[in-house]
């Protein structure tokens, strides 16, 4: 570690215990509270040039390298202060996506009102294009109205983060049927407030509104909101995709073994310190989370390295998925009788919040989103390992 | 460290990855000799080359690979000892012969009794550790009795040497360097895990591609598929932290101890698999995957088992997160 690195934590570090949120959680058991908080929290992260570290340098609190970017995320996770949920897919896929294909009218356009707190959602899955994203339905007719081009819109799209609450939305439809499924797709920037848009939340198992669908019919989007050519959706979607890959996972990782704790407490409160079984689960685990941990740095210093694999990627989530759930597992059995009496969830309060029956259904969102782990075990051993690929087409005649 | 990492791993597989699994013991334990790996974390001023720990677990990673059989880890112990100890006549003298290749054991197993003493038959000293002092035995008289381990890789005995020995150290230094010769037993028994386990995942992966039933290759299974890609995935967290272990100075004894636990669980995982997915030829002698789930199942209760040392790392964790 070097010393400049050394003076960026010390900076975050004095920066954070002046203005991090103290016991932030209280205040978000209602959507107005968790809003008001994602809101407030984000606003002084870019005022104190914190909130965008992963961006190029000409924007305010961008041009930071991965080593500082981990340096950040390491000492936000350390300080416990809330995760940006609300605006993580506005700075990471619509701001990457932005860079990588936008044009220069389109990032000046769309850019500065992510750094002013605008969010963005992603409407990517609908009920029949899940794990296999290709088969995207949602229609997209490229018409002229009233002398102006457009495309009219129709379709539903499902699992959009923070849908019920975004201000734009990255669209991902079908402009043709010809070809590859992959041809046929186009990238549109969706304003939610057009007419013809209907965002309503899904309600999880646990209790929280993370996601919602979308329903949108004959909804008119600009030709100039059209981002890459027509054709090239799937190719735009890509990067989208790939910027969710950044340094989350080790933040993730490192908010986990910070609350470590939580078990210690749970074990403790229960009489059970003198559980050896219980105990050894215990150690177990904690081995798990720093090995978890262990995998994520190196994958950031391969990265930093430029020695990075397709596959290694995956290798990260798949550890960090199995682990939380081995993580909010155990807490869930010690927890006992008492977690199964039902809790209010905290909104937006991370993957560890005590609240165990609630933690460990949570916990799916990481084994289910993002690329479920079925989808990055096919990664890892076809494309990291180098086993065959499975055949591309299938008919009922061939499984006969 | 003057080698890299790297430089030292080709260095290894050019000495024993082409030789074939488990080679022969003689030739192996003269090859490790004649490396100077027996140096390898000796200061210089004693005539060693002054590597860190990192270059240790790549030696004990690379041995585990091939499944050389021999004492390097306990000999490694004992080298350790006798270059922390306080000077007496004749240390140096028995140091550089530790370093040339003169076999000098010590137990792999935890708590004071002289059993699972590695080629015991052979060696000249014996390192016995209690709370009070660690001292170095001649063997000369000694009762030493061969145990059939299932591993053929590993020849162990119970050993009684006669005498007092050589002091290496006495009261807190006995407990502080007693403390080092367990940290650097599971170290290099959680490098020969996955070390293993890493070479018969790659030897099943390659199986399952050669393998054909059904019209197509084992490989093709995703069933078989998602099986090796949990395998990978935990075998690479164990390693990273394998390697983030080895150059954190402040690791601690229960922090060692319980990457030696988990590297023994993904070792053992995969060995066990390895011959599921192998399938009726993984139950033959003649085929080497029985090799490694005998190693790793050794392995496993070298220096204290799972359940030790999960139990002390969730009592630390207790400790600290109070």
């Known amino acids: ?400 | 460290m003057s080698m890299t990492r790297s430089e030292l791993q080709d260095a290894a597989r050019q000495a024993f990855g082409e030789g074939g699994l488990a080679p022969d013991a003689g030739r192996s334990w003269a090859s490790i000799a004649e490396m100077g790996w027996l140096m390898m974390t000796v200061p210089e001023a004693q005539g060693g080359l002054d590597l860190g720990r990192d270059a240790a677990g790549v030696i004990h990673t690379e041995l585990g690979r091939a499944l050389v059989p021999g004492p390097m880890i306990a000999q490694m112990l004992v080298i350790s000892a006798l270059s922390a100890a306080d000077d007496f006549p004749e240390r140096d003298d028995l140091l550089t012969r530790a370093m040339a290749g003169e076999v000098m054991t010590a137990s792999l197993a935890r708590g004071e009794k002289l059993d699972c003493v590695p080629d015991a038959d052979g060696a000249s000293h014996v390192l016995v550790v209690s709370p009070s002092r660690v001292a170095l035995v001649p063997l000369d008289g000694a009762t030493i009795n061969a145990r059939d381990t299932w591993d053929k890789t590993r020849r162990l005995f119970d050993v009684a040497p006669v005498g007092e020995g050589f002091t290496l150290a006495r009261g807190d230094a006995a407990i502080a360097l007693s403390d080092r010769m367990d940290a650097q037993l599971l170290f290099a028994i959680s490098g020969d895990s996955l070390g293993g386990a890493a070479a018969i995942l790659e030897l099943t992966i390659d199986y399952l591609k050669l393998r054909h039933q059904f019209g197509r290759p084992l490989a093709l299974f995703q069933a078989l598929k998602h099986r090796v890609a949990d395998m990978k995935t935990w075998l690479s967290a164990a390693e990273a932290l394998f390697w983030a272990r080895a150059v954190d100075p402040a690791a601690t004894l229960v922090e060692i101890g319980a990457l030696k636990a988990h590297a023994c669980d993904v070792y053992r995982a995969i060995a066990e698999d390895a011959i599921q997915l192998h399938g009726g030829i993984g139950l033959t002698m003649e085929y080497h995957c029985h090799l490694f789930l005998k190693r790793a199942t050794l392995n496993a209760v070298l220096g204290g088992d799972g359940d030790h040392w999960d139990e002390r790392a969730g009592r630390m964790a207790l400790e600290v997160a109070v």
């Open chain 1, 1 to 400: 570690m070097t010393d400049a690195l050394e003076i960026l934590r010390h900076d975050v570090r004095a920066w954070l215990a002046a203005e991090a949120p103290k016991d932030w959680r209280a205040t978000c058991t209602t959507h107005d509270g968790f809003l008001a908080t994602q809101r407030g929290w984000f606003a002084k992260l870019a005022a104190g040039g914190y909130a965008v570290p992963h961006w190029p340098a000409e924007w305010p609190g961008g041009g930071r390298s991965l080593a500082e970017q981990k340096v950040i995320y390491e000492e936000l996770a350390r300080a416990d202060t809330p995760r940006l949920m609300l605006s993580f897919m506005s700075t990471y896929h619509a701001a990457s996506t932005l860079f990588e294909w936008g044009s220069p009218e389109q990032q000046a356009r769309y850019i500065p009102r992510i750094l002013d707190g605008e969010i963005w959602c992603q409407g990517f899955s609908e009920p029949n294009a899940g794990s296999d994203l290709a088969g995207v339905r949602t229609r997209a007719e490229r018409v002229s109205r009233d002398g102006r081009d457009v495309y009219v819109v129709s379709g539903q799209k499902l699992w959009s983060t923070m849908g019920q609450f975004a201000d734009q939305c990255l669209l991902l439809v079908r402009t043709s049927t010809e070809g590859a499924k992959q041809a046929g797709l186009t990238y549109l920037l969706l304003d939610l407030k057009a007419k013809g848009v209907t965002a309503r939340p899904i309600h999880q198992i646990h209790g929280d509104e993370e996601f919602a669908e979308l329903f949108l019919d004959e909804v008119e989007v600009p030709v100039a909101d059209r981002l890459g050519e027509e054709g090239q959706g799937w190719a735009v979607a890509q990067s989208t995709l790939a910027s969710e890959r950044g340094l989350t996972l080790l933040e993730l990782s490192a908010r986990m073994r910070g609350a470590s704790w939580r078990i210690a407490d749970l074990i403790r409160a229960s009489g059970r310190e003198d559980d050896a079984g219980i105990v050894r689960d215990f150690g177990r685990l904690t081995t798990k989370i720093d090995a978890t941990c262990a995998l994520a740095d190196q994958f950031l210093a391969n990265r930093i390295a430029g020695e990075e694999r397709v596959g290694d990627a995956s290798l990260v989530k798949l550890s960090y998925s199995r682990t939380l759930r081995a993580f909010t597992s155990l807490g869930l059995r010690i927890g006992g009788l008492e977690a199964q009496y039902h809790e209010p969830i905290v909104f937006g309060g991370g993957m560890e919040t005590g609240n165990w029956m609630a933690d460990f259904m949570n916990s799916y969102a990481w084994t289910i989103a993002g690329g479920s782990d079925e989808v990055q075990r096919n990664i890892i051993s076809e494309r990291l390992i180098g086993m065959p690929r499975e055949p591309k087409t299938w008919t009922l005649e061939a499984a006969r």
